[in-house]
């Protein structure tokens, strides 16, 4: 059986609960759009592909903490490739829309509050 939404979301969160932030980079179609609409002025907003993906992460994992994720909602959509996830991690709060095909990620849109640091 191919992983869908929310078994991909529940490996994000077993990977931030174990201390690894992030989805393995097999996890991620060749052709991945990721998007931060709310990232700060000094960081990318968008990234398309999984290798320019790859590079950003890598260099953000370290500095980003990792932590388990309460979830406070899973919601899940009329299109089964969707899943709308609310979470908390050390205080921060995210909304992420998370498309997954074939068991890999195509679109990951994440809506952090800016307002604590992640």
């Known amino acids: 059986m191919t992983?869908?939404?929310?078994?991909?979301?529940?490996?994000?969160?077993?990977?931030?609960?174990?201390?690894?932030p992030g989805l393995p980079e097999d996890?991620?179609?060749?052709?991945?759009?990721?998007?931060?609409?709310?990232?700060?002025?000094d960081r990318a907003q968008r990234f398309?592909?999984?290798?320019?993906?790859?590079?950003?992460?890598?260099?953000g994992r370290a500095a980003?903490?990792?932590g388990v994720a309460e979830v406070r909602a899973?919601?899940?959509t009329a299109d089964p490739e969707v899943l709308i996830a609310e979470y908390e991690?050390?205080?921060a709060v995210f909304v992420?829309?998370?498309?997954?095909?074939?068991?890999?990620?195509r679109h990951w849109r994440e809506?952090?509050?800016?307002?604590?640091?992640?």
């Open 27 to 41: 996890l991620w179609a060749e052709d991945a759009v990721v998007e931060y609409p709310f990232a700060p002025d």
């Open 89 to 91: 991690v050390g205080g």
């Open 64 to 66: 980003r903490p990792a």
């Open 3 to 20: 992983a869908g939404p929310v078994e991909i979301f529940e490996r994000f969160r077993a990977g931030l609960a174990a201390g690894e």
């Open 96 to 105: 992420l829309m998370l498309r997954v095909r074939d068991g890999l990620v």
């Open 74 to 76: 899973l919601h899940r």
């Open 111 to 118: 809506y952090q509050d800016v307002a604590v640091p992640a």
């Open 48 to 59: 398309t592909g999984r290798a320019g993906y790859a590079e950003f992460a890598a260099a």
